[in-house]
Structure formats: C-alpha cells, structure tokens
C-alpha cells in the first residue's frame, strides 16, 4: 500500500475516530 493513499486514509478515519472520542487535543492538530 502506498503511503500517500494510505496517510489519507488514516487522516480520515482519526477525524471521525477522534471526534467519537472527543478529544480537543488531536481535533487542534487537525
């Protein structure tokens, strides 16, 4: 898998991930 659709993948899924979680810490690194 290549790391440039991976990463976006990811960013995606700890968007949601994080705001479920409702952490501000990672939603300002956002």
């Known amino acids: ?3 440039g ?3 976006g993948g990811m ?3 700890l968007n ?3 705001t479920l ?3 501000p810490k ?3 690194l956002d």
Do not use: L
Request: aromatic share 16%; with cysteine.
């Open 1 to 3: 898998m290549r790391v």
């Open 5 to 7: 659709s991976y990463s």
């Open 11 to 13: 960013k995606c899924y």
């Open 16 to 18: 949601v991930a994080t």
């Open 21 to 23: 979680i409702g952490d």
């Open 26 to 28: 990672f939603v300002i």
